[in-house]
């Protein structure tokens, strides 16, 4: 028989991690969008002439009438902020020193949540006109990140 | 309108899209680190499997021996003081061939885990572990074997303090 052991001589806890990993591909409208992102550097909507919308990003079918949508457009690189937040906090918590907004930037009949630069956070408001700053292309990898971010026109 | 097969699903893709760059991903990692607190007993279980000793709790009232170690008997629902050192030998009482690994990849020589009725402890009572040193046709419930076990200098304190068990 055994004395038990003092607390600190017997692990206390036991650690690991679990290989988790994911690869998400964009689906076949998905695909199509980030693909023009990444080489042409455009924006791409999908236009349903039954109900006058024009999604962005571009979607296969139109959420209103349900009418498979083939009228794939460039869409200007100009939008409006919807709402915006401030963010003056890292991930981890810790503080930044240079805050980053986010914001919902409408597009179309649809939009982005995307970042603004290039402005004073003070100074943003609803309603704002917003571009999209597109990265060079050697720097395009295909991903929404290939808009640097949205800038006051 | 005729939309064809331009939306019929596919069954899977090959793993040479992901790297010609013929299609777009993203790729991402989660952070899933985790902390398991082992408690008393798995603590002082692990604490002396780095001393190269397997050790049981009996239970004062209906003199079980369990391994792993544990601080109440599941019968009586008595606590237990008593840990009491166990044999590193045991019997197989039942296993499986392993021809896949844990992410899915098919191997030729197989792993073999299972479950050994510890010496020392009482009957059917023992550990999930793994099998060694043997060729994987000969492994039949019922066989001794004894663990091999890593140097004390490798020895973390971790169930993985013994490689394998192989036949006595």
């Not at chain 1, 455009?42 to 498979?68: A, D, R």
């Not at chain 1, 240079?98 to 402005?119: K, N, S, T, W, Y």
């Not at chain 2, 899977?12 to 989660?30: C, R």
């Not at chain 2, 690994?101 to 299972?114: G, K, M």
Request: proline residues 6%.
């Amino acid at each position: 028989m055994y004395p038990f052991l003092h607390p600190f001589d017997r692990p206390s806890h036991y650690e690991g991690l679990f290989p988790v990993t994911n690869r998400y591909t964009f689906g076949i409208s998905g695909e199509k969008f980030f693909r023009a992102l990444k080489d042409d550097g455009v924006i791409l909507g999908t236009h349903c002439p039954n109900c006058n919308k024009l999604y962005v990003p571009g979607i296969s079918f139109c959420n209103e009438c349900l009418l498979e949508l083939e009228d794939w457009r460039v869409v200007e690189n100009v939008g409006t902020v919807v709402t915006f937040t401030i963010l003056n906090k890292n991930l981890d918590g810790s503080q930044r020193l240079d805050p980053e907004i986010v914001a919902f930037i409408q597009m179309g009949d649809g939009g982005f949540v995307h970042r603004l630069a290039e402005i004073d956070p003070k100074s943003v408001f609803i309603g704002m006109q917003v571009a999209a700053v597109i990265k060079e292309p050697e720097e395009r990898i295909g991903s929404i990140l290939d808009i640097r971010y949205f800038k006051p026109i | 309108m005729v939309t064809g097969n331009r939306y019929r699903a596919l069954n899977s893709l090959p793993e040479s899209a992901f790297h010609d760059g013929k299609l777009l991903y993203t790729f991402d990692q989660l952070n899933t680190h985790y902390a398991w607190d082992c408690g008393v007993a798995i603590g002082e279980y692990l604490a002396k499997l780095r001393e190269g000793i397997i050790i049981g709790a009996t239970c004062s009232h209906c003199h079980r021996t369990m391994v792993p170690p544990r601080l109440f008997c599941e019968y009586c629902f008595r606590p237990i003081k008593n840990f009491i050192p166990l044999q590193d030998t045991g019997t197989i009482l039942t296993f499986s061939l392993c021809y896949v690994t844990w992410d899915v990849q098919r191997i030729e020589i197989p792993e073999i885990p299972a479950v050994i009725a510890i010496d020392g402890a009482s009957e059917n009572h023992g550990i999930l572990h793994k099998i060694g040193e043997v060729d994987p046709h000969a492994v039949h419930i019922g066989m001794r074997v004894k663990a091999v076990w890593k140097t004390p200098e490798e020895r973390s304190g971790d169930i993985t303090d013994i490689l394998y068990f192989r036949p006595e």
